[in-house]
Each structure stands twice: as structure tokens, then as C-alpha cells.
């Protein structure tokens, strides 16, 4: 029972938050990774292979249901806290100077969160979805690089995903040292380093991935 209470709490919600968004972090890292090499321009033989192994390999297969079950825990929990904490707040944020305490994008995780959930549904169709379908369903041969080369030039698909990219640096850059700082990692000598890789991360794993969509784009990758 208690702990069901500590994680249906404000403090067990925040922690599951913190939770699931490093793992979703470590997730990010192997995805920037894979699709950096594009940027190899071998005409996508690498990405291709690399792709192949993550949509065959049964092991990933086991953990891409994990991968799905801590999006939803992770969007599902921070949505419930943010209407929680509005309840609480009936007069809204207006009698706060928040501005003078916090960055714009602390106040709009919710926003930025949300406007990434779009860009996920929109991913998800485009790739993930039809991955699964050549996989289980048609049995047919894809070519993961001529996919992704065929929706970045789509100009419309591009400033839908350079946007998502965006908000996602966005909301790594509040997220990244929240989480450690909800589990407690929370040192005068050890959080300046831990908020500095957190901007770093936040800049260059977004940065990577506009580059590789901009590249495609242009024709020069």
C-alpha cells in the first residue's frame, strides 16, 4: 500500500517522469547515432544495415515494447501532473512572477511536450508504421535510407520535423537536469557539470538530427 501511495504521489509521479525520460534520453542516443550515418554518404548502405538489424533483431523487438510502454508512462504521468498542479492553482500562473524564477521553456514543457507528441504520431506514421507493415504484413523489401530521403525532401514533412527537433531541444534542455535533480542528484559540485551536459546534449543530439534532414533535403547526403 505504501507503495502505491508514494508512486500515485506528486513525488512518485515526478519520479517516474525523471525515470522514463533518462531512458528515453538513452534512446535518443542510439537513434542520433544511427541515423548519423547517413551523413556517411555511401548511399545509406550503412544506415541501412544498421536499420535492418534494429527492425530484425528480436532482442530490440522485446525492448521496443519497453520503448513504447516508457513514452506512454512518460506522456501520460506529466500530463496528469500538469492537471494536478492546475487544479491546485485555480487562479492560474498570473499572481507568480515565474518569469523572474524560470526559463520560458521550464513554464511550456507542457507545450513543448505537446507539440512533440505531434511530431511523434507524424514519425511513427511515416516510418515505424510502415517498417511494421513491410515486416509482418507485405513481406516486402524496403530501403530504409530511400524512405527517409523521400520524406526530408518533402518540404512541408521537413518544417514539420525541424519544428519537432525544435521543441525537443527545447525539452531536453529543462528536462535533462530535472531528472537528475528528482532523483536526487543534486550537488553544488556536481550539478553545474550535470546542467552543462544537459545543454550540450540538448543542443547537439536536435542540432544532429536537423543537420542529417537538412542534408537530405539538399540533395547532399
Do not use: C
Not at 518533402?154 to 535533462?176: D, E, Q, T
Amino acid at each position: 500500500m505504501a507503495k502505491e501511495n508514494f508512486l500515485t504521489s506528486s513525488i512518485g509521479k515526478k519520479l517516474i517522469v525523471g525515470l522514463t525520460g533518462l531512458f528515453l534520453i538513452s534512446f535518443l542516443v542510439v537513434h542520433v547515432g544511427i541515423n548519423s550515418a547517413i551523413l556517411l554518404n555511401d548511399n545509406g548502405e550503412t544506415f541501412n544495415t544498421a536499420a535492418h538489424f534494429m527492425s530484425h533483431n528480436w532482442v530490440i523487438r522485446v525492448m521496443e515494447i519497453g520503448l513504447l510502454l516508457g513514452i506512454l508512462i512518460h506522456i501520460g504521468t506529466t500530463l496528469k501532473l500538469h492537471f494536478e498542479n492546475k487544479a491546485k492553482r485555480p487562479v492560474g500562473y498570473a499572481v507568480i512572477d515565474g518569469k523572474a524564477n524560470s526559463k520560458w521553456y521550464s513554464r511550456s514543457m507542457t507545450l513543448l511536450g505537446t507539440l512533440l507528441l505531434i511530431f511523434l504520431v507524424i514519425h511513427m506514421a511515416d516510418f515505424w508504421l510502415h517498417t511494421k507493415k513491410a515486416l509482418y504484413i507485405t513481406h516486402e523489401e524496403e530501403n530504409p535510407y530511400l524512405q527517409v530521403k523521400a520524406a526530408m525532401q518533402n518540404p512541408i514533412l521537413l518544417v514539420i520535423y525541424i519544428a519537432g527537433f525544435f521543441s525537443l531541444g527545447f525539452h531536453l534542455l529543462h528536462g535533462f537536469p530535472s531528472a537528475f535533480q528528482t532523483l536526487g542528484l543534486n550537488h553544488k559540485k556536481y550539478t553545474p557539470i550535470i546542467k552543462a551536459a544537459g545543454t550540450a546534449f540538448s543542443i547537439v543530439v536536435p542540432g544532429l538530427f536537423a543537420a542529417i534532414a537538412l542534408a537530405l533535403f539538399f540533395g547532399l547526403v
